[in-house]
């Protein structure tokens, strides 16, 4: 409450002295009397007749007349008590406005503004589950007013996912319509929401809808995920297997995502008669080695940098194959093979050869940074099995 009032008593302070500054801090030069500025007026009035007389605009007549007006108006204008005080004010006035601003503002706080009301309304009556799911039925009765809005059915099919109602979820997905087509998370969210449906049946759209997510971007984690799922549940662990394994390499070390995901590739191989080195592709053809780091760049790097070993076709710019990892002890063992492929169409094993190079970064993000470490870019033989990748610069 301290840190309320004391910001605001400084803020009403303020507004009285400005408001109050000509009664409390009086100039010191005396204000123009009425009788003043009433004679200069007609003083102003009379050199004007008289400049109209002259330039031969009004007849002589016309100007005695007009002038013998205006002494009269200046005389009646000037026969009254002079004043002093356009300007001035008494005390009387200045506290009365001090008063009136003072107990206006704090009537309309108290009836208003309480923030100690407000703040224990709030802590009485926390968000619950109705108050969400009315918010949720509210903005679906919005939304039928709006059935053009695409993104704001992608929005609330999202909200219905949240709160588990998927027959409402997967609804609401179809009616954004081609919103949808674009977004891999959302195509990926509504194949989750349909094969929730269908009690864990991927066949058909759900699965088109994954493969759409995977096509737009190979690495999102939830596509894959399910990706994996529908493999698995439809008895191809192969397939489960690899593209769980390239879930498996974007996720942080230690964490319990990783934990779980392994333990379903290795239901997954156990169940498909699979080894546990079994390569991601049928030829199996992948580059392996170490990364070695510099000794000068040694202070620079930390237990929470990524590091990334790209691969890309000679020539080009699209990563053929990502491996991203957290840092560990250099040297340090990496291995590019199918799983990590960007693109499941172009595995790393049809190609011949590749260039490679290293980058620890300091953000995780897949562009790179001023102040990333990067090794040099090298060509490499696919199936090479001692690459050596030396990080011995930093990018400008």
Known sequence: MTNFF????????LALLLLLRPFLFPGKVAATSRRQMNAAIYREELDKLEAERTAGLIT???YEISHAEMRQRLFQDTNEEDDHATLGSTKKTAIALLLFVVILSSGLYFALGDV???AQTNTENPMTQEGVEKMVNEFALKMEKDPSNLKGWAMLARSYRILGRNEEAAKAYAR?????????QLLADYAD???????????GKPLSLINQ????????????????????????????????????????????DLKAIEGSIAEARSKGGLSVKAPAAPSGKG???QIELSNDLKSKVNAGDTVLVIARQVGERMPVAVLKTSVAQFPMRFVLNDALAMNPGAPLSKLKEVSVEVRISKTGMAKPEPGDLISAVQTIQVGTENARLLVDQVRQ
């Open 6 to 13: 004391i910001p605001a008593f400084l803020l009403l302070a």
């Open 60 to 62: 002589s007549a016309d």
């Open 116 to 118: 100690t009301r407000v």
């Open 176 to 184: 954004a319509g081609n919103f949808v087509d674009s977004d891999p």
């Open 193 to 203: 929401a349909l094969a929730s449906n269908a009690n864990g049946n991927f066949s």
């Open 213 to 256: 997510a995977l096509k737009l971007d190979p690495n999102n984690l939830m596509a894959l995920w399910l990706s994996g799922t529908a493999a698995f549940s439809a008895g191809n662990y192969r397939s489960a297997v690899q593209a769980w394994e390239k879930l498996a390499a974007q996720l942080p070390p230690n964490s319990e």
């Open 287 to 289: 580059i392996s080695g």
